[in-house]
């Protein structure tokens, strides 16, 4: 084959304005830049680690680094592949074709990870609530948020999701010298013992707790109907992997109490 005719189908067309060349070059780059994020998106995972960064800092960074490769590629096929105007309308109407057939969820869960992790409205490590979900936030990435629920499931939430529920993070601002969450679960009970004696059960349980916690835990009568009464328990720990084990604790030792006040005659 002649360098003559090696030219010409180099400069066949595939695509109205795109020829083999350029389309080799566009090749190129994506492989390098593919390559490229992973050997430094690998580096960046390391350092945060080394670095003890939070989760949602080395995802950011990642985040950053993987836009700038973007960035780079498209400029270095408009730079050096010399695309023509009508290539880059081709690209376009390709571009908007993948667009048009992409979810529009995925889109605006993407957007939605996007404002996550620029506002923070919770971190990795907060106690939190997300609609009817509440744990421990394992996870902040681009598509979804990781819960590890006091059933130890990790829960993952598509973050177009956590914006559209209510949401609320359970970190305490008071005072206190250090970062100390205000946890709570609800407790009911039938009619067949007094609310003086449920009173009396609450003080004597949650006081033996005051001197182990940053605060000592308090309650409140939440509501009350024909069959039964439920009342809110406020725990606070600078842990939240510690209300796990609280809870059911907390819970077990008022109920058993309360069983001797309802079998008493």
């Not at 010409?8 to 020829?19: A, M, N, V």
């Not at 836009?67 to 309308?89: K, N, W």
């Not at 990790?154 to 250090?178: F, T």
Request: charged letters at 20%; one cysteine or more; a positive charge.
């Amino acid at each position: 084959m002649s360098a003559q005719q090696s030219s010409s189908i180099f400069d066949l067309q595939i695509i109205p304005g795109i020829t083999v060349l350029q389309f080799v070059w566009f090749a190129a780059a994506a492989l390098v830049a593919l390559i490229l994020e992973r050997i430094v998106t690998r580096y960046l995972r390391r350092f945060a680690k080394r670095q003890h960064l939070e989760r949602h800092v080395s995802n950011s960074l990642v985040l950053t680094f993987r836009i700038v490769i973007l960035l780079g590629v498209v400029a270095f096929v408009i730079r050096v592949g010399g695309v023509s105007p009508e290539g880059l309308l081709a690209f376009s109407a390709l571009g908007g074709a993948a667009l048009g057939f992409a979810s529009t969820q995925t889109i605006g869960n993407f957007v939605a990870g996007l404002y996550l992790l620029a506002t923070r409205p919770f971190r990795v490590g907060d106690y939190v609530r997300v609609g009817t979900v509440e744990g421990i936030v394992q996870e902040i990435t681009i598509n979804y948020t990781k819960i590890l629920t006091i059933g130890n499931n990790l829960v993952s939430i598509a973050n177009i999701q956590v914006l559209q529920k209510d949401m609320s993070n359970c970190l305490y601002q008071d005072e206190l010298p250090k970062n100390v969450y205000c946890c709570t679960f609800e407790i009911g009970f039938d009619h067949s013992v007094s609310s003086e004696r449920i009173a009396e059960i609450f003080t004597q349980i949650l006081t033996q707790y005051g001197s182990k916690l940053p605060r000592k835990p308090t309650y409140m009568l939440l509501r009350s109907g024909a069959f039964e009464r439920v009342y809110i328990v406020y725990v606070y720990v600078e842990n939240p992997e510690d209300f796990f084990k609280l809870r059911p604790k907390i819970a077990e030792e008022v109920f058993l109490k309360w069983d001797v006040f309802r079998l008493k005659p």
